[in-house]
C-alpha cells in the first residue's frame, strides 16, 4: 500500500462570519477575521490518494491525471474567488478551513474513480497559511 | 555599510481593477484578478536598511524596534483587510503591488529616524505569492 | 473528524549531556552536541488538536486562542533560553527533543480543556533543525 | 513511543519507461516523462523511526548514526546517478517513487538493527518535486 | 523604477562534461557531475524586470504574459529535457548553470518587447538546488 | 559577469551582551537576546563569488571546492559551539550578526584566491532565523 500525494494551490478571499449573529458577536468571536470587506490567502492544497501500484506503470495514479481532475474540479472553483460569495458548494457554511476541506474531500472523492481504479481518496491537508492547517481522512 | 533585514507579513483581499474602464475591458486586461467580489494573498514583506553599526551595541538598527515599527505603522493597516476598500494609503489608487510598496516605503522611511539615527531604508520587497514578487529602492 | 494543526517557534539553547557520565564518553556518545558551552537551535514546535467542528463557529478549536494558550504556557518558556539551566521542566532531563517533546505534551494537554470542549491533543512535532524532527502522540 | 525523522536528499537522472512497450504508448502513458534522453530531480528522502527513548541518551535512534547509515547505504547509490541505468536495486524495475521507495525501505530496514535495539522503521517519504510525493509505511 | 520577479522551474538531466578532455579528467575535475549516464534537478528560474508602471494597468509588466512567454521559450525547451542533448540552446556548450543562465537571458531578452514597451530585462537567477544558485544581470 | 551561491549552514549559540555594562542595561537594550544563559539559532550562510566563467569549465569557480572551503574555515569554527565563548575570531566583539558576518568575510576573502583564480567575494548573507537576516558586500 502506498500513499502519493500532490501540492496544489488557489488564492481566494473569504471572511469567517455568522450570519445568524450580530456583528458585534462575529468580532468578538472571529476577531480581524469577521472583517466585513473580506481578507485573502495563498491557500496551499495536499491531496493523498492511497493503493497498490500497477505493476505494468509502477503507478497508484497517474499524478498529472490527478492534478487536472483538482484543478478542474476544485482549483478553478477557488482560485482568484470569494469563498463565501462565488463557490456554489459554500453557500450558505461558513467559510472555516474545517468547511472547505470537508467539500473538497466530498469532490474529490466522486472524481477520483473517473482516474484511476486502484486509488482511493486517504486524506485532504489544506493550509490557509503556513502555520495554520486542517486536515481531513473521510470520516 | 551592512544590510539589515526583517520579514513581516500579512494577509489581505484585493482585485486589480481600473475604476475608469468598463467591467469588460478589466477582465480583459486583469483577467481572473479583476474578480468582483475580490481575491486575496498571504503576503510576505521584507523591509531592508542600511548603515555602519553602533560599535556599543553592534546594530545598525534594532530589529526589535523595527518589527514593531513596522507592525505598527504598515501591517496593522494591511492584515485580514480588503486593500482597495479598507487601507487609508491605497484610496483611489490601483491595488497592485507595484503601487502597494512605493507607498510602504513613504510609510516606513518616514518612521525609521524615530528608531535609528545610523540606518537609512534601502529596499523594500513584497511577495504576493511565493512565485511573485516586487522591489523598489526609493527611485 | 478534522484535524487542526498550529506552527509556533523559539529559539534555545541545549546541549547533550549526561551528568552521570564523565566529559569523554559524552562527547563519545553525543559528539558535538555535547558541547560543554552549549550550541543552540530554531525549533520548529506544530500542535495538532483533533475533534468535530461547532456548527456555529465551523471550528474544532480557535487558532488564536490555540495560539496564545501555546505562547503562553510553552513558547515563554523556552523562547530565548537555555533549556538545560532555564527550563522549569527540563530540569534534571536530558534536553533532547524526545524529552522535551514529552513534557510540551503534558502542558499542552493541561491547559487545552480550557479553550476547547470539542478538540483533544492528537500529536506534537518538534523541528529542531528542517532535517531533524520529533512526533509524539501521547503514548 | 516517538517517532523521529530524518531527511536526506539525492540528484538523480531517469524516465518512466515500460521496456515491454512501443515508444509511441510510453509517451501516451508517461507523457514528458518518457523523454528517451532521460530528466532529472532533486529528490528529498525522508526516513521515520519508532521506539521508545533509551533513558540514559534520550534517543531512539542516534540521528548522526542514522544520517550516516542512510548516505552510505541509499544515498550514494542514488546521488548524481541515473536511476535506471546506474542504480542496483533498480535494474529491471520501472524507475517510479513507488519503486524506488519499497526498495528504499528494504534497505533501510535492514540495516537499521546494526545502529539502534530499540528504533523501528516507521515509514519512508520522498519527494520528486515539492508538489509530489509518496509514503510507504512497509505493508 | 520597481523590479518585477517571476519564479519558474523545469526537471531537467545534464552532465557536466567536456568533450576535449578524457572520461579520467572529467571524472577529476567535475568529480560525480561528470557521471556518463546524467543526472538530474529541480531548477528554478527567477526572472526580473524593472520599469516605471503603466499608471493605468499599476503594471511594469504583466505577469501572467510574463509567466506564459518565460513557459513557452524557456522552460518549455528545458523541462524534462536532457540539456546536453535536447536543448537546441545549448548543443555544443558546457551544461553548467553559468552558461544555462547566459542563454536563457538572450532568449527572455529577446522576447520581452513583445509583452512590455516599459519594462527591461534585470536579472536571471538560476537555482540548481536550494543550496546552489548563479545569477546573471547581462554584463 | 556571473554571481555564483553556496548556502551552508550552523547551528549556534549566542547572547548579545556588552560587557561593559550592568546585567540591567543588557536586559533594557537587548531584551531576551541578554539571557545571561544563551540562546542559540540554526544560522543560514549564502557567499556569493563574481567572475567571469572558464571557458573550459564553465565554472567562475568549483562550488565543490568552495563548500569545502567554507566548511573547513568558517562553519567548522562555528557550528555546535557557543559564538561568544569558543569562537576564535569573536573573542572580545559584540556576538551581532552584524560583527560576525564582517569576520566572516574576511577569512572567506583570504581563502577564496587558494580555490579560483577568476572569482572574487561579492556577498555575504547571514541569516539568524527565517526573517532576520544581514547582508555585507565588503565596504
Known amino acids: 500500500m502506498l500513499y502519493i500525494s500532490r501540492k496544489e494551490h488557489f488564492n481566494a478571499a473569504h471572511k469567517l462570519y455568522n450570519e445568524q449573529w450580530t456583528k458585534e458577536k462575529n468580532l468578538e468571536v472571529f476577531g480581524p477575521c469577521?472583517?466585513?470587506?473580506w481578507h485573502g490567502h495563498n491557500f496551499d492544497l495536499i491531496v493523498t490518494v492511497k493503493g497498490i501500484p500497477d505493476p505494468e506503470t509502477g503507478f497508484v495514479v497517474d499524478l498529472k491525471k490527478l492534478s487536472t481532475m483538482i484543478r478542474a474540479e476544485v482549483i478553478d472553483k477557488l482560485d482568484h474567488k470569494n469563498i463565501n460569495l462565488d463557490v456554489?458548494?459554500?453557500?450558505?457554511k461558513m467559510a472555516s478551513c474545517e468547511n472547505i476541506i470537508v467539500e473538497i474531500w466530498k469532490i474529490v472523492e466522486k472524481h477520483l474513480p473517473a482516474i484511476t481504479s486502484r486509488g482511493k481518496l486517504h486524506c485532504i491537508r489544506l493550509y490557509e497559511t503556513p502555520r495554520n492547517y486542517v486536515e481531513y481522512f473521510g470520516e
Open 88 to 92: 456554489d458548494f459554500m453557500i450558505g
Open 34 to 37: 469577521a472583517n466585513g470587506n
